[in-house]
């Protein structure tokens, strides 16, 4: 049967090549969209929210299966609305929204028939996916399952080592991806999660899953946590179509071994905790995440921005209020974000440039003294203007030349302050970061 696989995926690479394609040619084709969304909204939610200690509370404090069963048979989320979840996404501009349909412990929103462990079998006897599916794509949202590789509640995942056992799990978990990619029309994303020591790679039969689900939605794109070597000039089959590093910002653009750009995407939470949790109130504030935003898309990453609702279902009030606040800025900005990346233009000390086609994005978010340097761009830009209102930027040379020419390069050229008098301290708000679009002479 392996040997199949084997002819079956030497056939796919081959066909790909006879078309005048290889395998980074079709991911970037597949992948154009998740480039251009550049913001989605990754939601975390399961009966975790009932001891409203984090999503890992059943493995950190050790409770028993048995033990644990109290919040599966109190899981009632009566305040549950996904259509004002995915209203909230779409007004802090998100694209695209990851949920978990299945965590580490087992328990799946979605109705699968291969488990009891499972919404239907609560108290709130719904298929909660299918709520969020239909709710999302109706406000044009692009969907993304998230499914844990890893099961505390199936026995025969403890049992690894016993071949009988371990692929009895390894059915199991291969039957419920093919429901989640059979019963809810298109999905965008299938976010797989995680690869840790041995179980990485062909341990999850990794060849076979992606056969299964490139033949039953050929346009998902896959993460890279199931364990292959993305970096390679043909990647592993399975090594995903975009990187994912967690709570932290790449220092430069992610590339493969010949150099050339590989998507990717940070994942972040909003206060430290990804499943719900009561005394976690330590905010990221609206600066933060746009600021976080922009560095991704001026190294041609996207940010995937996660919310933790509580047991009934709701999305904390200040995970809200941050989310709306983004949002504004957004809405007056976004065109500095979406389809854009890297800019041609080195970094600048005062915050980061990105780019689409003859637009070169500055956005100024660290407090600067006196003007605004563009290095070596005397002589490039034909225009300025302010993203926000689209008022014009008049350009100008370094103030009082006298003094200060000799500290500046001879095709340098500045941009008026475009931040609060220095007098006044800069808030720590979204409404600090301002945008200057450069239209560069062709």
Same mark, same amino acid.
């Given at each position: 049967?392996?040997?199949?696989?084997?002819?079956?995926?030497?056939?796919?690479?081959?066909?790909?090549?006879?078309?005048?394609?290889?395998?980074?040619?079709?991911?970037?084709?597949?992948?154009?969209?998740?480039?251009?969304?550049?913001?989605?909204?990754?939601?975390?939610?399961?009966?975790?929210?009932?001891?409203?200690?984090?999503?890992?509370? @059943?493995?950190?404090?050790?409770? +028993?299966?048995? /033990?644990?069963?109290?919040?599966?048979?109190?899981?009632?989320?009566?305040?549950?609305?996904?259509?004002?979840?995915?209203? *909230?996404?779409? @007004?802090?501009?998100?694209?695209?929204?990851?949920?978990?349909? @299945?965590?580490?412990?087992?328990?799946?929103?979605?109705?699968?028939?291969?488990?009891?462990?499972?919404?239907?079998?609560?108290?709130?006897?719904?298929?909660?996916?299918?709520?969020?599916?239909?709710?999302?794509?109706?406000?044009?949202?692009?969907?993304?399952?998230?499914? &844990?590789?890893?099961?505390?509640?199936?026995?025969?995942?403890?049992? =690894?080592?016993?071949?009988?056992?371990?692929?009895?799990?390894?059915? %199991?978990?291969?039957?419920? !991806?093919?429901? *989640?990619?059979?019963?809810?029309?298109?999905?965008?994303? *299938?976010?797989?999660?995680? &690869?840790?020591?041995?179980?990485?790679?062909?341990?999850?039969?990794?060849?076979?899953?992606?056969?299964? !689900?490139?033949?039953?939605?050929?346009?998902?794109?896959?993460?890279?946590?199931?364990?292959?070597?993305?970096?390679?000039?043909?990647?592993?089959?399975?090594?995903? /179509?975009?990187?994912?590093?967690?709570?932290?910002?790449?220092?430069?653009?992610?590339? /493969?071994? +010949?150099?050339?750009?590989?998507?990717?995407?940070?994942? *972040?939470?909003?206060?430290? =905790?990804?499943?719900?949790?009561?005394?976690?109130?330590? %905010?990221?504030?609206?600066?933060?995440?746009?600021?976080?935003?922009?560095?991704?898309? =001026?190294?041609?990453?996207?940010?995937?921005?996660?919310?933790?609702?509580?047991?009934?279902?709701?999305?904390?009030?200040?995970?809200?209020?941050?989310?709306?606040?983004?949002?504004?800025?957004?809405?007056?900005?976004?065109? &500095?974000? %979406?389809?854009?990346?890297?800019?041609?233009?080195?970094?600048?000390?005062? #915050?980061?440039?990105?780019?689409?086609?003859?637009?070169?994005? $500055?956005?100024?978010?660290?407090?600067?003294? #006196?003007?605004?340097?563009?290095?070596?761009?005397?002589?490039?830009?034909?225009?300025?203007?302010?993203?926000?209102?689209?008022?014009?930027?008049?350009?100008?040379?370094? =103030?009082?030349?006298?003094?200060?020419?000799?500290?500046?390069?001879?095709?340098?050229?500045?941009?008026?302050?475009?931040?609060?008098?220095?007098?006044?301290?800069?808030?720590?708000?979204?409404?600090?970061?301002?945008?200057?679009?450069? $239209?560069?002479?062709?």
């Amino acid at each position: 049967m392996k040997y199949l696989s084997v002819i079956i995926l030497s056939f796919i690479l081959s066909s790909s090549m006879i078309f005048g394609q290889n395998a980074y040619e079709v991911r970037q084709q597949r992948t154009e969209w998740f480039r251009d969304a550049r913001f989605g909204m990754f939601i975390h939610w399961g009966i975790y929210a009932i001891p409203a200690r984090g999503e890992w509370v @059943k493995n950190r404090e050790n409770i +028993s299966t048995e /033990d644990y069963q109290q919040y599966f048979d109190a899981f009632d989320p009566v305040d549950y609305n996904p259509k004002e979840w995915a209203k *909230l996404a779409k @007004k802090a501009g998100m694209k695209y929204a990851v949920i978990t349909t @299945k965590h580490h412990d087992g328990f799946c929103l979605f109705d699968s028939k291969y488990t009891d462990y499972k919404a239907t079998r609560t108290p709130a006897k719904r298929d909660l996916i299918k709520e969020f599916v239909d709710a999302f794509r109706a406000e044009g949202i692009k969907i993304g399952f998230y499914y &844990s590789l890893i099961d505390w509640y199936q026995p025969d995942f403890a049992n =690894s080592k016993d071949e009988q056992a371990w692929n009895r799990y390894i059915d %199991y978990m291969h039957k419920q !991806v093919e429901e *989640l990619l059979t019963n809810y029309g298109k999905i965008d994303i *299938l976010w797989v999660d995680y &690869s840790a020591g041995e179980l990485s790679g062909e341990k999850w039969e990794a060849t076979k899953l992606v056969e299964m !689900v490139r033949r039953l939605q050929p346009h998902i794109l896959i993460d890279n946590r199931l364990g292959g070597n993305m970096f390679k000039d043909t990647p592993d089959f399975f090594a995903g /179509d975009f990187g994912g590093p967690e709570q932290i910002t790449p220092p430069a653009i992610i590339r /493969d071994d +010949s150099g050339r750009p590989i998507p990717w995407e940070l994942c *972040l939470t909003l206060n430290n =905790s990804w499943g719900y949790n009561r005394t976690d109130f330590n %905010y990221k504030t609206a600066h933060n995440i746009i600021y976080t935003l922009i560095n991704c898309v =001026s190294k041609n990453g996207n940010l995937l921005l996660n919310v933790g609702p509580d047991a009934k279902g709701v999305i904390p009030k200040r995970s809200v209020e941050i989310l709306e606040e983004v949002g504004e800025w957004m809405q007056a900005n976004h065109e &500095s974000i %979406y389809g854009c990346g890297p800019a041609q233009f080195e970094k600048p000390e005062w #915050g980061w440039y990105t780019q689409k086609g003859d637009a070169v994005y $500055a956005h100024v978010t660290n407090f600067n003294i #006196g003007q605004i340097c563009l290095r070596g761009m005397l002589g490039k830009i034909k225009s300025a203007s302010l993203v926000a209102d689209r008022s014009e930027l008049r350009l100008s040379e370094i =103030s009082n030349s006298n003094t200060n020419g000799k500290y500046v390069g001879k095709d340098d050229i500045f941009l008026p302050n475009l931040q609060p008098r220095l007098t006044t301290t800069p808030p720590n708000d979204a409404s600090f970061i301002r945008v200057a679009k450069l $239209a560069l002479q062709k």
